[in-house]
């Protein structure tokens, strides 16, 4: 969309909002339609295809131009012309979610959505995501309480392949769906509510919120994923019944955008599409908000560190007229540092962190307020409970004020701004208007909705719904501690599980497809398009500081990032997690206000300064609006020069950084994380720990330790600046000015004395995690460091069918074929000095010790036989073809000028992997990954419930080493003695 499109006038869009229509399609839009104009482009149009509304995006405030059509069997298809980038994003959505299943039948439309990608009746398995894939494409699907939505990005020429594989899922799905592929994917679905759910802390918070909240039947009251009991009963029958009743055209809406012809997108859609027949009518569900006549008490007991608590109150639905002034009063009560939930218990340090979100769904809406406590206040969950309350009470007597709203409204402005920088994010805005609004503009009178709030609108809404309401509230307490609950259990929900169903046995109503072309052709592709690097500006400020820019315009949005050579890399023996720390306080009070002042000014020009810490570097990041772009300047630089190091501050972040530390010991990635760096670089290497340390370590470091490490290296190691703008170049050296008067010198960064543990033979590094329901699975060798044009690079390619893709030898083994887990990748992680080579999955933990063997397998054909011809030509063929989505947003050029920087490359090295990637043959990629791969000498980290996976992980014959929650040994010798050598962390 041209930026030209995007009017960010703000007072004009108030003036103009009571004008505006609120219809889905408006009188004017049925005028146009009536015109000889609109008569002539009807004519021109494919049979069977209407033309139903168009927007050309003149005189609203934010606009994404369309046209809206519809097909004789109800598919509703919308189409956005955007040629700034040769590509398209492709969204099918369908108007069914977990709110359409019977009761006893939940998770049926995730379940869809998972078989949905199995193939077709011409389409094999798997083969969905090799094509796009292979087309330098990228795709997915989700599943919500209220629609299933498919998508891809392509490149342009790509797009009738998409809509050829859209087309034969939607018409043609069913006869190629068998048992064995139900099966499979009913475990990959039981493995990814493993990851998701089961075995994450809090995890089963939201299911059992919403079971608690919603009377039994309610299509809210289980969750998306659903229950396994249902799961498990589910038959091949059922699922097929429920494809039929939701997934037709006229249940659908294909949303197409970017770099289109729209007359030849017709076509293709008429083609592939107008053959499907139509499935049974669908009506929209009534609105269902949930009531409650008094307070429900429910504790549920987790494996977790830190108690929780959930407080949640009904409000009103998606669209609802009250929904925009809920919205605003969430953020006036816990929303940011200037908040008053936050000011109450988090700036306090009676919290770990508290916050409140108004969310809504088609059917109904909930104000939820989250407290996750901090222990060392010494305080209870009554306690918590208690300060939400009086935080009620607090609201109802001070009232909103216009600054509130203010605030309030640019943060929403700027949200809706940078969320329309990418064709995928303007097509999935399209979608879900069309879907729940049934108009694609339905953005506009959003947005009108939003400006037009008043501060009367807050306070009535808060009253009616919030204030002295009943409310659920949930207490997560630690396992085998209920007493610690805000209240004694007083509800107990229950769900009620028909005995049989009325289509129980019912022949399958089919709806065959009567085609006039041959569905089993898949189309050829066009020429691949010509992608151009974007223009990189190089230069430097006047202190000598390196500036990389690049040109955005398509909105106008600003992103100036700032970057100081400090990372963790640099942190002193002992204190780990100390750059962290120190960016974690800079994000607090400054010299010259206090924290809520800060992001009180912020707010007010819906920006954002964050201030991250990584290995190597810390970088001050600024997204901002253009036209706010000289205020926000100041506030970043006062953030990265004036941080007030306050000793309450740091008292307070201090120590909620260490219950959050305690929090992920609770979980077997955190443990993963840290085992792995303990076994690849040595325990006390300062890249060995998580990046905020360890519990012992932050509780070594002193607000001196932070001041001198900020001393030491702000602002004087400031070593690059990368901005992407929407404003010209000299305007922009001009905003800059107080970046480029800074004082700057180059680091001395002193080697690490420390030499990396060797890897001699195999050996399995056990993590207990008691009660965990999956194994967390990491196996790695020492690697390549990262050299963009040389062998890494080569390595990077050679890994790519091997565990670098979706389709990849590991991931289907894995998770296609053998339902172990929801996902498992291999993958190079190169640094300036050093490098590593992994693989990552979370597994079934009674498949732990196949999965292992499954893996080590992969690893040992790879190295002694290599890549396949078929699957280097694939390679070959999705890695070139990725160059068209490579640079469509602000973010993805940025990320581009931060590598170039980070590792002083060519401003064409792109260019130039590309030239590799045409002239290195498959002989030369293999030698490299071969070269690379050492199957027999590899550490493994296990993490999961040792007492249930030992006995077979012990079967597999490797050495065993079991390691404390800290990554060191707790026997000095590996157990039990074979053929192969440990390495010592």
């Known amino acids: 969309m041209h930026r030209t499109k995007i009017a960010l006038i703000f007072a004009s869009a108030i003036l103009a909002a009571c004008s505006k229509s609120s219809d889905p399609v408006s009188k004017e839009d049925s005028a146009k339609l009536e015109t000889p104009k609109a008569a002539e482009q009807q004519a021109a149009l494919p049979a069977g295809v209407t033309l139903v509304e168009t927007f050309d995006g003149n005189g609203a405030d934010i606009a994404i131009p369309y046209e809206k059509y519809k097909l004789d069997n109800g598919l509703t298809v919308v189409l956005h012309e955007d040629h700034s980038d040769p590509l398209v994003h492709v969204d099918v959505t369908y108007h069914v979610g977990s709110n359409r299943e019977d009761p006893g039948r939940s998770g049926f439309a995730h379940f869809f959505e998972h078989m949905m990608f199995q193939g077709s009746v011409n389409v094999g398995d798997e083969e969905h995501f090799r094509i796009i894939t292979e087309a330098g494409g990228t ?44 099966e499979v994917q009913r475990e990959t679905v039981k493995n990814e509510r493993g990851q998701r759910v089961d075995n994450r802390p809090y995890g089963r918070a939201l299911e059992t919120m919403f079971a608690s909240t919603y009377p039994d039947g309610h299509p809210y009251s289980w969750p998306v994923i659903g229950w396994l009991e249902d799961l498990n009963k589910a038959d091949l029958s059922d699922l097929k019944r429920f494809f039929l009743r939701w997934y037709g055209p006229n249940n659908a809406v294909i949303t197409i955008g970017g770099d289109i012809d729209k007359a030849q997108t017709l076509a293709w859609v008429s083609k592939y599409f107008a053959p499907i027949p139509a499935g049974p009518e669908v009506q929209d569900l009534p609105k269902q908000p949930a009531k409650l006549d008094a307070d429900r008490y429910v ?106 709203l203010v605030k309030f409204k640019a943060g929403y402005e700027s949200g809706r701004v940078f969320g329309l920088q990418s064709v995928s994010g303007k097509v999935s805005t399209l979608a879900a208007f069309e879907t729940f609004t049934g108009s694609p503009k339905g953005i506009d009178k959003e947005i009108n909705a939003y400006l037009a709030i008043k501060t009367n ?76 690097l974007p223009a990189i500006q190089d230069g430097k400020l006047e202190n000598g500081v390196r500036l990389l820019a690049v040109q955005n315009d398509e909105t106008p949005t600003i992103t100036v990032r700032a970057v100081f050579d400090i990372g963790q890399r640099d942190e002193p023996h002992g204190k780990a997690g100390l750059t962290s720390l120190m960016t974690s306080l800079m994000t607090e009070a400054t010299t010259e206000r206090s924290a809520a002042e800060f992001t009180e000014a912020l707010k007010r020009l819906g920006a954002s300064v964050s201030v991250s810490s990584g290995k190597y570097e810390t970088t001050v990041t600024l997204n901002v609006l253009e036209k706010h772009l000289d205020t926000a300047v100041p506030l970043m630089m006062e953030r990265m020069l004036k941080p007030a190091f306050s000793e309450a501050d740091f008292d ?60 030491a290296h702000f602002p004087r190691h400031l070593s690059g600046v990368t901005v992407s703008t929407s404003l010209p170049h000299s305007r922009i050296l001009e905003s800059l000015e107080q970046l480029a008067k800074l004082e700057v010198s180059e680091p001395t960064r002193a080697a690490i004395a420390l030499e990396k543990p060797s890897i001699d033979g195999r050996t399995v590094y056990l993590v207990n995690k008691e009660g965990a329901a999956q194994s967390s699975l990491r196996v790695g060798q020492h690697g390549l460091p990262y050299d963009a044009l040389g062998d890494y690079y080569l390595a990077y390619l050679g890994n790519f069918p091997l565990g670098g893709n979706f389709n990849s030898r590991i991931n289907l083994n894995l998770r296609e074929d053998k339902g172990y887990t929801y996902g498992a990748r291999s993958y190079l992680i190169g640094e300036p000095q050093d490098g590593m080579y992994m693989l990552s999955s979370e597994v079934k933990k009674d498949a732990t010790a196949d999965a292992l063997n499954e893996v080590l397998t992969e690893f040992e054909n790879f190295d002694s036989k290599g890549m396949t011809e078929t699957e280097f030509n694939y390679l070959r063929s999705a890695i070139g073809q990725q160059e068209a989505r490579k640079y469509e947003t602000p973010s993805s050029k940025l990320s581009l000028l931060n590598n170039i920087l980070r590792y002083d490359l060519p401003l064409d090295y792109r260019t130039q992997q590309n030239a590799l990637l045409k002239e290195t043959d498959r002989d030369a990629l293999n030698k490299v990954i071969t070269g690379l791969l050492d199957p027999q000498n590899m550490a493994i980290v296990v993490v999961g419930d040792a007492a249930n996976i030992r006995e077979s992980l012990e079967g597999l014959e490797i050495p065993i080493v079991e390691l404390d929650e800290d990554g060191h040994p707790k026997t000095e010798t590996p157990t039990p003695a074979t053929t192969a050598a440990s390495a010592t962390p």
């Open 139 to 182: 795709m997915n699907g989700t599943t919500n309480s209220d629609r299933t939505n498919y998508y891809q990005t392509v490149p342009a020429n790509q797009l009738e392949t998409v809509l050829w594989l859209e087309s034969d899922r939607m018409g043609v799905f069913l006869d190629a769906v068998t048992q064995e592929k139900f």
């Open 299 to 404: 504790t549920l007991e987790d494996n977790i560190h830190l108690p929780a608590l959930a407080m949640m109150m009904p409000t009103v639905h998606y669209s609802h007229p009250d929904e925009p002034a809920l919205d605003a009063a969430a953020a006036i009560l816990g929303q940011g540092q200037d908040s008053m939930l936050y000011q109450r218990l988090v700036q306090t340090g009676r919290a770990v962190s508290a916050s409140v979100s108004h969310s809504c769904k088609e059917l109904a809406c909930e104000m939820w307020f989250i407290v996750i406590q901090n222990p060392a206040s010494g305080e209870t969950l009554a306690e918590m409970e208690q300060a939400v309350r009086d935080t009620l009470t607090e609201f109802a007597s001070r009232g909103v004020t216009e600054d509130d």
């Open 457 to 532: 609108d807050v306070t009535r809404v808060f009253d009616q719904y919030i204030a002295k309401q009943p409310s659920v509230l949930l207490s997560i307490v630690p396992n085998g501690k209920p007493e610690l609950a805000a209240a004694k259990q007083n509800y107990e929900w229950t769900r009620t599980i028909p005995e049989t169903y009325a289509d129980k046995g019912q022949e399958l109503a089919l709806r065959p497809v009567k085609d006039t072309f041959d569905r089993s052709v898949q189309p050829t592709p066009g020429v691949n398009p010509q992608v151009e």
């Open 652 to 711: 307070r972040i201090k120590q909620q950084t260490i219950e959050s530390l305690q929090q992920a010991r609770k979980t077997p990635q955190g443990l993963a994380t840290r085992a792995v760096g303990a076994v690849m670089r040595g325990a006390e290497h300062p890249l060995s720990y998580p990046g905020n340390g360890l519990p012992s370590t932050v509780e070594n470091i002193t607000l001196e330790d932070v001041k001198q490490h900020y001393k």
